[in-house]
């Protein structure tokens, strides 16, 4: 983990969605750092046993503005990290007025409240997802955004509302747009559970571990070395790490929006093998039609996070990915749902 200097241990934190994936790597690196940390979650599709420890735990629905009084009324937040949303791109299609309400309601109410309590900073979760869905590989803030779903254009709509607030109540905010979020705490004892999983790694894993008889691959006649897609995928600890900076950088700027990649692409075809390195599982593939909307490849240029911030991702090559990735699914075979087996 690279250094964070100048942090003021006693700053308090909201983490909403502290119990999901990102939010939960990132409540444990700001307890780890000192920070006081409150979760506050309404378990949709987090898990309680991720939360860490020292951190207190709300359980609560943000889309009730009650809920959300409630929570600021308890404690005085410095900042707060917004990560609860809606998630699934491919269902986000089938249900594009939920996607829109929840997470821009959501996001709505809990900027309220941070402005009403006088909160100081505001970071958001965004997505890739933002941006014009053409083939990308040096993916800037420069890019145009035209989301390609109603997912992507729910964060956009909430970024809008960001800059807003900013403008009008002076709140200082950031988003970071990230990639694909990937891989697992070092230590095995905290990672991924996606009920249903949507994201390759972790499929390509279930079917290392027998959960799953093969991966499906769509699309192997894209303009690319092998054929299939290239992504770029960022550690989540590289991510938690960019989020600490940015908490930090707040405290005398504004306005900040970063691009979190690893800058990296690899295609679907280099997860298989890696994966069945690191696993020394077979791993089958079954190529299905090309999905519609997916470009061949997205990668980002996140320049601006390392030369502002100097962030510097240490984890997010594909072999430690999937090597901690794995260390946690073959620990946690049912994910939370399951008792941590003695270290491989
Ligand atoms: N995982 C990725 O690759 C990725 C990529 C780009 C952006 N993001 C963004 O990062 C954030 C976190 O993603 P994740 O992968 O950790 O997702 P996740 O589903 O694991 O975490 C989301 C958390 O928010 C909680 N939540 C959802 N709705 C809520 C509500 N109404 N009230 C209270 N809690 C609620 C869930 O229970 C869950 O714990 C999301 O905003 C997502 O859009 C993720």
């Known amino acids: 983990m690279t250094e964070h200097h100048a942090i003021e241990p006693i700053e308090n934190v909201l983490v909403t ?26 378990l949709s599709t987090g898990h309680r046993a991720a ?4 951190a207190s735990f709300v359980f609560a629905d943000l889309r009730q503005v009650d809920a959300i009084n409630q929570v600021f009324a308890e404690r005085r937040y410095d900042a707060v990290m917004h990560f609860a949303a809606r998630t699934l791109v491919g269902e986000s299609n089938h ?27 505001f970071i958001l979760s965004s997505t890739a997802s933002i941006f014009e869905s053409r083939d990308g590989s ?18 956009r709509m ?13 709140i200082r905010t950031a988003v970071l747009r990230y990639f694909n979020a990937a891989g697992a705490q070092p230590g095995g004892d905290l990672g991924e559970d996606h009920r249903p999983e949507t994201h390759l790694i972790p499929l390509v894993l279930q079917v290392a571990q027998g959960l799953r008889p093969h991966i499906d691959v769509f699309g192997n006649d894209y303009p690319t070395q092998d054929g299939t897609c290239i992504r770029d ?11 600490v900076r940015t908490l930090i950088a707040l405290r005398s700027s504004g306005a900040l929006a970063y691009n979190v990649g690893s800058g990296t692409g690899y295609s679907v075809r280099q997860v298989v093998e890696v994966a069945e390195r690191v696993t020394g599982r077979p791993i089958p593939t079954i190529v299905r039609p090309r999905r519609a909307g997916d470009p061949a490849a997205l ?5 601006k996070l390392r030369r ?14 999937i090597r901690t990735a794995w260390i946690w699914h073959s620990r946690h075979p049912d994910g939370f749902g399951s008792p941590a087996l003695p270290p491989r």
């Open 17 to 42: 969605g502290g119990a999901g994936f990102v939010g939960s790597h990132v409540a444990w690196l700001l307890c780890n750092l000192g920070f006081r940390v409150t979760v506050v979650d309404d």
């Open 51 to 54: 939360v860490p420890p020292a």
């Open 95 to 121: 249900r594009p007025v939920d996607y829109v309400r929840d997470n821009v309601g959501t996001l709505c109410n809990v900027l309220q409240a941070a402005v009403d309590h006088a909160t100081r900073a």
């Open 138 to 155: 040096d993916i800037d803030e420069d890019q145009a955004v035209s989301p390609g779903n109603p997912y992507g254009e729910s964060k």
């Open 158 to 170: 909430c970024e809008r509302v960001l800059f807003w607030a900013e403008h009008s109540h002076g």
């Open 233 to 243: 995928y960022v550690h989540v600890v590289d991510l938690a790490d960019a989020h």
């Open 299 to 303: 990668v980002a240029n996140s320049g």
């Open 308 to 321: 502002e911030l100097g962030w510097r991702p240490s984890y997010s090559d594909l072999q430690t990915i």
